[in-house]
Nanobody
Framework: QVQLVESGGGLVQPGGSLRLSCAAS????????MAWYRQAPGKQRESVAR???????NYADSVKGRFTISRDNAKNTVYLQMNSLRPEDTAVYYC?????????WGQGTQVTVSS
C-alpha cells in the first residue's frame, strides 16, 4: 500500500507554469509505475503522463512538449512540470501509483488556467 499527497496546484495565467508534486508514504523505487491524471468538470478522468522504472516517460498528445514528469526516489516524490499552460488544462490533477495489480490515488490538486 501507499498514500499519495499532491500539492502545487493553483491559479495561473495562460502561458504560465506550475510544478505539481506527489509525495508518497513509502519508497517509490520499487513501484512499477507512477502517473498523473486529470479530470475536468463534466469530463472523464484522463491520463496525462506516466513514468516507469527504466523506461522513457509517455505523455498524452495534448501535453507533449509542454509537460514533463519526473521522479526523485530519494524524496519519494513524483513531479509534473507544466509549462505553456492553456485554459483547457484546467482540471483536478491526480497522482496514481501502480503496485502489482492495484492502483492507488491521491486526493487531487486543482489547477486553474485563466486570465
Amino acid at each position: 500500500q501507499v498514500q499519495l499527497v499532491e500539492s502545487g496546484g493553483g491559479l495561473v495565467q495562460p502561458g504560465g507554469s506550475l510544478r505539481l508534486s506527489c509525495a508518497a508514504s513509502r519508497n517509490i523505487f520499487s513501484i512499477n509505475a507512477m502517473a498523473w491524471y486529470r479530470q475536468a468538470p463534466g469530463k472523464q478522468r484522463e491520463s496525462v503522463a506516466r513514468i516507469t522504472y527504466g523506461s522513457s516517460p509517455n505523455y498524452a498528445d495534448s501535453v507533449k512538449g509542454r509537460f514533463t514528469i519526473s521522479r526523485d526516489n530519494a524524496k519519494n516524490t513524483v513531479y509534473l512540470q507544466m509549462n505553456s499552460l492553456r485554459p483547457e488544462d484546467t482540471a483536478v490533477y491526480y497522482c496514481k501509483a501502480e503496485i502489482a495489480l492495484n492502483n492507488y490515488w491521491g486526493q487531487g490538486t486543482q489547477v486553474t488556467v485563466s486570465s
